[in-house]
Every structure is written in C-alpha cells, then in structure tokens.
C-alpha cells in the first residue's frame, strides 16, 4: 500500500530524509519511531503531497504522490502533529466540510460512521473551538477517517493527551488496523509496542532499524538478561557470576543486584543458583529482564 | 468545481461568524450614509444621481477590500489548516478561486446594502437608472480587482497584519498611478497610466460600458489570482 523508494528530501543544505525506503503492506499498522527532529513528520508530509521530495519516489496504493498526487491524496486519512482545525465550525460542519472536499458521495452517513467511530456522538454540534484537546484530537481523527481511506497517516496522535485518553485513541487505532492501512509516528515507546506489528526507527533522517517489536528486542538484546540478587560482597559476587560459563556480561544493577547477560541460546539459571548457593551466599531473586523497546530505540538512535 | 464552491461556501459561512465583516459593513454604510446625508441636505436640491456617492465608495473600498481578504489564505497558513487543504483531493487554484468567490459573494452582499440609496433617492426623485446599474457594476469589477490583489497579499504571509498592510499598499499604488505617470517621461508614463485602476471608473458610473474596461478589470485579477496560486504553490516547495 505504501512504498517508498530512496527518499531523499533537503532544505537548502540541511538533509532532512537521506535515502528512505521502506513499504508497508495492506492491513498492516506500522509505528514509525524516532526522536525529535529525526525525519518523521517531513516523510509524512512528502506521503501525503504536502510536499515534494528532493529525489526518490513513494506509492500509495500503487499512485505516485508526486505525479498522480491527486488519485494517491483520495486514499489518505491524513492528522498532522498540530491537529489544525477550523476553530468556528461545528464538529458536524466541519466534518461535513472535509467530506466533501474529499468527494465523499453519502455525506450524512459518512460522517455519522466517523462520528460513531471516534465516540463524538455527543459533541457533534459543539464548536470545534470550545473542545478539549482530547476532543480536537479526536475530531482531527474524525476528519481523517470520513471518506474511507485505504491508507491513515497519522502524526503523532497521542501526543498531549492525558492517560485515559491515549488509552482511548490507541484502542481506536487498534480497532481501525483492522480494515485500514495504517503508518503511525511517535516517540511514545510504549504505544508502538502495544499497536504496531511492526516498527521503522529513523535517525536523523535515515532508516536504523524495521523489524517486528519483539525481533528488534531481540535483535538488540542479544541473548537472555537477568535479574540476580543476592547478599554477598560486591567484588566477591562479580567474581563468581563473570565465572560461570556461558555469562557473556554482568553489571551492578541501578539500585541493587546485578543484570547478568547470558550468551543466546543458553540457560544460565541453574548454574548461577548452585554457585551462589554454593558459596554461602543467599539467593534473594532471579528474574529475566526483557530488553524495552525504550532499551532498542535509545541503543539504535545513540550510537 | 464542485471543490470551488465547497471552499467558497465555507469561505462565506466564516465570514458571518467572525465580526470583520459586520464591522467593515457597518463602517461602510456609516461612511456613506454621511455623505449622503450631507449631499441630500443641500436647499439647492440635489440631482437624483449616485455620481457623488460611487466617488467615496471607491476610495472606502480602497481602504476595506483589504481588511475583508486579509485572512483568507494567511490565517490558514498560520493556524496549519493549509495543511489539511492542500493534502485534500484539491487542487492549488481550485483553492485560490473558492476563497476569491467566497470574497465577491461578501462583496456582493454589502453592495447590495447599498442599493438603500438609490431606493431612498427613487421616493422623492427621479433617479436615471442605467448609470447607476452601469456604476455599480464598474464599482463591483474595481472591488473585485481589489480583492484579487488582497487575496494575493493574504497568500505571501502568515500573518493578516502583514497581508493588510501588503494589501493597502498595492490598492494604493494601483491608485496612484494615474498621478505618477505625470511626473513620469515616456515610455514609462504610458506603462503608469495603463495600470492606473481610477481613470476607468468615470466612465462607468457615466452610463459607459465599455467592455475595454471591463476586460481590463477581469485581466488585472486574473493575473492577481495566478500569482496568489503560484505562491500558494510554492508553499509546498518550501
């Protein structure tokens, strides 16, 4: 559904995006990942036909954003990071407004489906301008939604909500994975884990990772973490878990313990509780401790 | 088309909820109605002609046009909504002409208000209709002039002070021309004199209508409108 090839996009002598490629299939819900600056908001900006790209191509649905710009915008959902909405229309006007400009042929259904959709039943008259963020928001959602795209592109959709609300939108965003192709950007970790099937991290506007949540924490991880803690001096207790076999790493843990990494593959558990056991020590816990995403998305966009 | 008149009906419903367009209406109608007033008042008697009062309509025009476009595309760009506008299945012009139409239904309506004159003047006198049917439509062509020239002041800013301010400016100059191809030796006092936005209007408040005129006021907007897409177009390559 979207395919982008060898993006390339630059501001004078600034390289925003610097040869972005990646696809995403039909049904799918794909987070886009990076920090502040790192190039999302100007690819989807180039997806939508906002604007054009230095070199490179995109596709959605099989029509160029640049030379079929008008066949590809027809099938976008499109709520850009600021959720810019006409501040004197009423929610129903202006989604009325949007359906037709996007050549929406049964409006009144229309934007009641996006209305049921977004949970506005109840705000439907209101002005836009008297809403709440949440419900701005959910407006900006609304508006995207109203003429059935194949493809929503949204920018940061959880951004400045309060928690219920997220939980809201994320559900919504769920919910709508299923019958709609969707490429979501954030920097809310969390979020792309719960949401996404898969994950493209950008940094400074080139592509560091994509892969599925858990194979890029694996991937990242590389090989099983745990949680030991015991009562016995330090240096002592470095000692004896560096020995054990197959231990590839072990660090004093933030406030106690220690996070021991074991080569992948391997079972380390038993061997590290006969040894400290067997040194007179107490076992006081030992848990596997799964690399976040947080723990992938700070290593990837670091180094 | 369909696009167009979306834009443009929405540009009309925005206009009736903000209070420019009662405020420029009402300063219009308080403006004129002195004038009136004054000329009615003369114990010589007053000929039954609008001739005296298209003359400060157009410099009050000249003034007002820009406040009424001042928003049309710099409020937009500067809120964002552009965004959503131009990610739409729209295109770049179909844009500029639904805000431009938006503005001359405005346009229309306030000049419509003022028919109350004529009105007035058919009660006690004798009023020579086709001049003032010929004067208003010279009146509605320079105003609409205008208005291509503010929407494309409203296109190059972000911000409606910067756009009315721009706006004024052109209306002025396309004012003065007249008077600087005076001062001006040839070949550029011909240059002036055939940009001057005045020295058509006598004509047309006479009884004239000459459709010389009318194609110069529908040219100067056309031009005024391409220039207002192109910038709007160059919005995305920014």
């Known amino acids: ?303 | 088309m369909r696009n167009v008149l979306t834009i443009a009906g929405r540009e009309i419903q925005a206009y009736f909820v903000s209070p420019i367009a009662y405020v420029v209406a009402a300063s219009l109608l308080i403006i004129m109605s002195v004038f009136f007033a004054w000329y009615t008042s003369d114990p010589r008697g007053m000929a039954a002609t609008m001739e005296y009062l298209f003359g400060p309509m157009t410099t009050l025009l000249l003034f007002m046009v820009p406040m009424l476009t001042m928003r049309l595309l710099a409020e937009e760009q500067r809120s964002g909504t552009i965004e959503l506008l131009l990610t739409s299945p729209v295109r770049d012009w179909e844009v500029v002409l639904g805000k431009y139409l938006g503005c001359l239904a405005l346009l229309l309506v306030l000049l419509t208000l003022t028919l109350y004159y004529p009105l007035v003047m058919s009660w006690f006198g004798n009023p020579d209709i086709g001049p003032i049917l010929s004067g208003y439509l010279g009146i509605f062509l320079f105003a609409s002039t205008l208005a291509a020239l503010g929407l494309m002041a409203s296109s190059v800013t972000q911000s409606q002070v910067v756009a009315v301010i721009i706006g004024l400016g052109l209306n002025i100059f396309f004012w003065i021309c007249e008077a600087v191809s005076d001062f001006v030796s040839a070949p550029l006092d011909v240059v002036f004199a055939a940009l001057a936005l005045r020295p058509r209007l006598p004509d047309f408040t006479a009884g004239i209508i000459d459709t010389r005129n009318v194609l110069f006021y529908l040219t100067f907007s056309a031009v005024a409108l391409f220039l207002a897409t192109r910038s709007v177009e160059s919005r995305r390559w920014r």
């Open chain 1, 1 to 303: 559904m979207i395919e982008v090839k060898h993006l390339t996009k630059q501001y004078g002598g600034f390289t925003a995006l610097h040869d972005v490629s990646f696809h995403v299939g039909k049904g799918e819900v794909v987070g886009f990942l990076g920090p502040n600056g790192a190039g999302k908001t100007t690819t989807m900006r180039i997806l939508t036909g906002f604007m054009p790209a230095s070199s490179g191509t995109a596709r959605i649905a099989g029509y160029d954003v640049f030379y079929d710009s008008l066949e590809a915008r027809r099938r976008i959902g499109y709520l850009p990071e600021t959720v810019p909405l006409y501040n004197e229309m009423t929610v129903r006007g202006y989604l009325s407004h949007m359906a037709r400009l996007r050549g929406v042929t049964r409006r009144k259904e229309a934007v009641s489906r996006a209305l049921e959709a977004t949970h506005l039943g109840d705000r439907a008259d209101t002005i836009i301008g008297k809403l709440s963020k949440g419900y701005r928001q959910r407006v900006g959602l609304a508006q995207a939604l109203v003429h059935d795209p194949d493809v929503l592109i949204l920018d940061e959709p959880t951004i400045g909500l309060d928690p219920k609300q997220i939980l809201e939108v994320r559900e919504l965003i769920r919910e709508l994975g299923r019958d709609h192709t969707v490429i979501l950007s954030t920097h809310i970790l969390p979020e792309v884990s719960q949401i996404c099937g898969r994950v493209i991290i950008i940094n400074e506007g080139s592509i560091v990772a994509e892969d599925s949540p858990e194979n890029l924490v694996a991937m990242v991880g590389g090989g099983e973490r745990l949680f030991v803690d015991l009562d016995a001096p330090r240096e002592a207790a470095l000692k004896t878990l560096r020995e054990i076999p197959h231990v590839v790493h072990v660090e004093p843990g933030r406030q106690r313990g220690y996070e021991v990494t074991c080569a992948a593959g391997a079972d380390c558990r038993a061997e590290i509780a006969r040894r400290i056991v067997g040194s007179g020590w107490g076992l006081l816990e030992m848990r596997p401790m799964g690399l976040s995403l947080e723990d992938v998305f700070l290593k990837l966009t670091t180094e």
